[in-house]
């Protein structure tokens, strides 16, 4: 069993400095039981090791953007060479358009793109432009979808914000909260409800076209496509948030995979390559919403940063080499395969939930398909399995209501090694 004696001593210096003793609340371990949360040291491929000299086979993959796994030699060469020339220059760049094309080639419903610094911009911008482009207020997005921190989508939010107890945040203004509808995720009667109830009030519907932020929870059979007709037919525009989908699947968007498409989408986390990155997109009209074109705005010192551009561009070379993906889900197949044999050989109450490189484990005996089952599940049995997991080797995100990713860098050595922690853990602490 791991020693955490410097990360405790780390982690209490923290907190005399850093609010929580962590940069985003989704670190704290407070949801799992406490303690210091593991200070890391350095990362290679699919491994890391903490300051107290102990290694982690990781599945937390800096919640998702590592994608090509820690320190890898093609992005660590493309961010040095352009740090050589400089790192911002605050004027536009080849880069950013080599990096634009090579999105919009994978993702071809961006037909223009803008390139910000996170996730949680990316969506606020696609929203900004959707309230400019229809001149409505009203935003639909569906319950325990985490869309980032911005005020409008801090409701019913998902993920880490469920995890600490604040799904609807404190200081968000109630006029703001009341321009956000939610409804059950796969759910299209309620949706039909409420979109005939708000009609042309509402902008546009905010989706994450697979759920990541409940855990893994794919879209039912014809749920996207009735959405999107749905609120076409209303005047309303789709939003895709895929800043955990995008390139996570396939080299390509969640759209691309289920063969959907929204008029805007939202990016972040694996098109940085493990930098600061977000970008939206769509439809050429409705992008031209934005200034200079149009009367939405939208700016940024560190937009379309070179350091994220290049890094960006040489995470999507690793991606698109042939069978990359194809390896993702045959390592997901078999840790899946093992984590159920397990689950069935202790009789664990627990459910997986995967998507190619993607899971969810859910202490919970029913298949999750929307955010209240997700809910449910056993919050204890999770602790403990986490817990048990962290003390022994795996590194997954403290909180019942994430993924665990793989990288390019697993191998089946890697997944054996983590069935028999797993078979430790079920074996020792349940
Ligand atoms: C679907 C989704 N949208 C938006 C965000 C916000 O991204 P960021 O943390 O880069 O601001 C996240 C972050 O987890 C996310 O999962
Ligand atoms: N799925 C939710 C996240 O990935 C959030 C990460 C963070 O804000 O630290």
Known sequence: ??????????????????????????????????????????????????????????????????????????????????????????????????????????????????????????????????????????????????????????????????????????????????????????????????????GDEIAAVLVEPIVGNFGIVEPMEGFLEAVNEIAHDNGSLVIYDEVITAFRFMYGGAQNLLGVEPDLTALGKIIGGGTPIGAYGGRRDIMESVAPLGPAYQAGTMAGNPLSMAAGIACLEVLEKPGVYSEMERLGGMLEDGLIELINKYSIKATINRLVGALTIYFTDETVTNYTMAEASDGEQFAKFFNGLIRRGINIAPSKYE????????????????????????????
């Open 1 to 198: 069993m791991y020693s955490h004696e410097k990360s405790q001593t780390l982690q209490t210096q923290a907190e005399d400095v850093i609010l929580g003793g962590v940069n985003s609340p989704s670190r704290s371990y407070k949801a799992v039981g406490g303690g210091a949360p593991v200070v890391m040291d350095r990362g290679e491929g699919a491994h890391f090791y903490d300051v107290d000299g102990n290694r982690y086979i990781d599945y937390l993959a800096a919640y998702g953007p590592i994608i090509t796994g820690h320190a890898h030699p093609r992005i660590h060469e493309a961010i040095a060479e352009q740090s050589s020339k400089g790192i911002l220059y605050g004027a536009p760049t080849e880069l950013e358009i080599d990096f634009a094309n090579k999105i919009r080639d994978a993702i071809p419903s961006l037909e223009r793109v803008r390139f910000v610094n996170s996730g949680t911009e990316a969506v606020m911008t696609t929203i900004r432009v959707a309230r400019a482009y229809t001149s409505r207020n009203k935003i639909l997005k569906f319950e325990g979808c985490y869309h980032g921190h911005s005020d409008l989508v801090l409701v019913a939010a998902g993920s880490g914000p469920s995890q600490l107890g604040t799904p609807d945040s404190a200081g968000v203004p109630k006029g703001v909260a009341e321009d956000v509808i939610t409804v059950p995720f796969n759910d299209l009667e309620d949706f039909k409800t409420a979109i005939s109830h708000f």
């Open 403 to 430: 993924a665990w990713f793989l990288t390019t860098e697993h191998t089946e050595e890697d997944i054996k090694e983590t069935l028999s922690i797993v078979e430790d853990v079920f074996k020792n602490e349940f």
